[in-house]
């Protein structure tokens, strides 16, 4: 061994290696599993918390669930109702249609002011035909990571796949739908690109993504084909594909990609609009129905008071204000003044009355407010006084709130100038009776202003005027005309003041006294000197 060094010293390097092999190869798999391990659990949390925050919140209504509604309970739109059983019809039984050659739409759009009843007219179809509803929000879909707003318009198209197969039909109900389905391109979008791609900011992949699911409703998904390639070798007939109408909402339709509401798509748009007249007294009396009321309750005036009221606005001020309101002053049923004490607060806000105002501050405010009341009493024959206030309410120390008897789509030229000078009332009265102006008309001007610009548009000043503003020609002699007319206005509105001037200061002292009037009081405190002469 002495002789040859190199063999002695492999054999010795031999039984070492014998000697730690499995040690050395224990060590190794450990080192190597918990590598593996530590990356497997890395992996499954990761994958688990991906999933966890690109589920979506749902709104679900199954059939049979107590929250649903059908269009017995949708108050008020009675031709609304008559087209939308015709897609009803279709969410029942499709045979027919399709024997006719006929397909199916796959979507619709629902346009309208907020507080209109898109989202309960949704609701009601589902409920009508006995389908489930699953509703989402347009801005739940947006997430913190890249691709996360895909994958949950994918998991929720997915989830309506599911329901449709299972329960024949199903609706999906996008709310703010301009969230995901804003016109894409842009300067701003594009400059987003990056930094909002990668805290998952709407830049066009979800919109991207709910295009293709929408047209592939009425297709079988890929692992559906796979399915139905599987159940053929079996013998059995293919899945039950079912019918997803997809319903959008929103009330800002001008901003919504063109692809989107393309026929074929949500190509079509229905406009749910305030109601009427006779819309709002079915509104009102079913939402009375459901409440303990005395019997002094006068429908009459609610439905003229309401002119322009949204269902949601009725629905909070009876089901909510009114029940409250009675209920703290200890009423076992709920009276007509808690009905419309209820209706003024949704309309107007909470009372937020100033208790040490000044004398001089509160005749100021007093005098400007009735002075919008007895030009409103005499110029506006169309509209009637609801309430006259000078409690202070939402910012405002005090208010004039007029209705229209009728509803009205279109206005004369004296109906604009009138309430014109109605704005200017309060300036003027202040101007008539204390000989100088007081702060509190800057809303009064505003209002101003929009009517000056409707004039303008609809060509009162003539036509010129209305191309030259369209084009940026006005020029400051076209201003000057309507400087002029303005302060023609407000002399008028002076002149009518000082001919109605006891009017003027006994609706004052009134006001001041009470604090706020209905406009029924008001109404017959001017009659009254009316009838006197």
Request: include cysteine.
């Amino acid at each position: 061994l002495k002789r040859h060094k190199t063999i002695t010293k492999l054999l010795i390097a031999s039984l070492v290696m014998w000697a730690l092999v499995p040690s050395v190869f224990g060590i190794a798999v450990t080192i190597v599993s918990r590598i593996l391990f530590a990356m497997m659990f890395m992996v499954v949390q990761f994958g688990a918390l991906f999933w966890f925050i690109s589920r979506v919140k749902t709104t679900e209504i199954m059939p049979g669930d107590e929250y649903a509604v059908t269009f017995d309970d949708y108050w008020g739109q009675p031709s609304l109702l008559q087209m939308m059983q015709e897609w009803t019809t279709l969410l029942k039984g499709r045979g027919k249609f399709l024997e006719m050659g006929g397909e199916p739409p796959h979507g619709m759009l629902l346009t309208g002011a907020p507080g209109t009843g898109k989202t309960y007219l949704a609701k009601a179809m589902a409920g009508s035909v006995g389908i489930p509803f699953i509703g989402v929000t347009g801005s739940d879909f947006r997430g913190m990571f890249f691709g996360m707003d895909v994958m949950k318009v994918m998991m929720f198209c997915g989830k309506l796949r599911k329901l449709a197969r299972e329960y024949g039909s199903c609706i999906g109900f996008l709310d703010e739908i301009d969230s995901v389905g804003a016109a894409r391109g842009g300067g701003q979008q594009g400059g987003m690109g990056m930094m909002g791609g990668m805290m998952g900011n709407m830049g066009g992949g979800a919109l991207n993504r709910l295009l293709s699911e929408i047209d592939g409703f009425g297709d079988y998904s890929g692992m559906d084909k796979a399915h139905n390639r599987t159940r053929k070798w079996l013998g059995l007939p293919p899945l039950n594909l079912g019918y997803v109408l997809f319903i959008g909402a929103t009330n800002r339709p001008e901003v919504l990609d063109s692809a989107l509401v393309r026929p074929g798509r949500l190509g079509k748009i229905i406009t749910v609009d305030a109601p009427d007249k006779s819309g709002r007294r079915a509104i009102i009396q079913g939402y009375l129905d459901k409440i303990q009321h005395d019997e002094d309750v006068n429908i009459d005036i609610l439905v003229e008071n309401l002119m322009g009221a949204t269902p949601a606005e009725i629905k909070d001020g009876i089901i909510t204000d009114s029940v409250r309101i009675a209920y703290f002053l200890g009423h076992d049923r709920v009276k007509h003044a808690d009905i419309e004490a209820g209706l003024m607060e949704q309309m107007l806000g909470l009372p937020n009355p100033i208790s040490d105002m000044e004398a001089e501050q509160e005749n100021s405010i007093a005098l400007h407010e009735a002075g919008h009341a007895v030009v409103e009493y005499h110029l506006m024959l169309k509209e009637k006084i609801v309430r006259l206030s000078i409690i202070r309410r939402s910012g405002s120390l005090g208010l004039m709130l007029p209705r229209a008897t009728t509803d009205m789509y279109a206005h004369s030229r004296d109906e604009i100038v009138s309430d014109l000078m109605v704005c200017l009332g309060g300036l003027a009265a202040c101007k008539v009776v204390l000989g100088k102006e007081w702060t509190g008309a800057s809303g009064d001007l505003g209002h101003v202003l929009s009517i000056m610009q409707l004039m303008t548009a609809s060509g009162f000043f003539g036509p010129t005027s209305f191309v030259k503003a369209a084009l940026g020609e006005w020029s400051g002699e076209d201003e000057q005309d309507k400087f002029r007319f303005l302060d023609q206005c407000m002399t008028a509105t002076e002149d009518l003041l000082s001919q109605h001037l006891p009017e003027l200061l006994a609706l004052r002292d009134k006001l001041i006294e009470e604090k706020e009037m209905a406009g029924d009081a008001v109404i017959a405190l001017l009659d009254g000197f009316k009838e006197a002469k």
